[in-house]
């Protein structure tokens, strides 16, 4: 069982930068892909990042060049950290964690259904 909670979400002007952190309870973090994803009212949730429990990653074209994801493993703990913020990022940021195996050390995720564990959320808001 793991349990998630995201925190660093809040309110920024358009161009700022926020730093989300997921912090993970439970064993083995190092062996799970954690995911951030998003959602805006009235929208589906979005994919935004992924790392692989090997440490490989991807983004969401919509957030390229902008968002890096990171782990520090140590602290159980993933960031997403947000640079050159628009008012389009607005939205429920959650972090999910999914278990993998050797084999699927280097895979990440970029849809929601593989992710077994979900945080709560944390809210980011950016203004004009």
């Known amino acids: 069982q793991v349990q998630l909670v995201e925190s660093g979400g809040g309110l920024v002007q358009a161009g700022g930068s926020l730093r989300l952190s997921c912090a993970a309870s439970?064993?083995?973090?190092?062996?799970?892909?954690m995911g951030w994803f998003r959602q805006a009212p009235g929208k589906e949730r979005e994919f935004v990042a992924g790392?692989?429990?090997?440490?490989?990653?991807h983004n969401a074209d919509s957030v390229k060049g902008r968002f890096t994801i990171s782990r520090d493993n140590a602290k159980n703990t993933v960031y997403l950290q947000m640079n050159s913020l628009k008012p389009e990022d607005t939205a429920n940021y959650y972090c999910?964690?999914?278990?993998?195996?050797?084999?699927?050390?280097?895979?990440?995720?970029?849809?929601?259904?593989?992710?077994?564990?979900w945080g709560q959320g944390t809210q980011v808001t950016v203004s004009t």
């Open positions: 439970g064993r083995s973090f190092s062996s799970y892909a």
């Open positions: 790392i692989s429990s090997s440490g490989g990653t």
């Open positions: 999910a964690a999914k278990s993998t195996t050797y084999v699927t050390r280097d895979y990440y995720y970029n849809a929601a259904s593989p992710y077994k564990y």
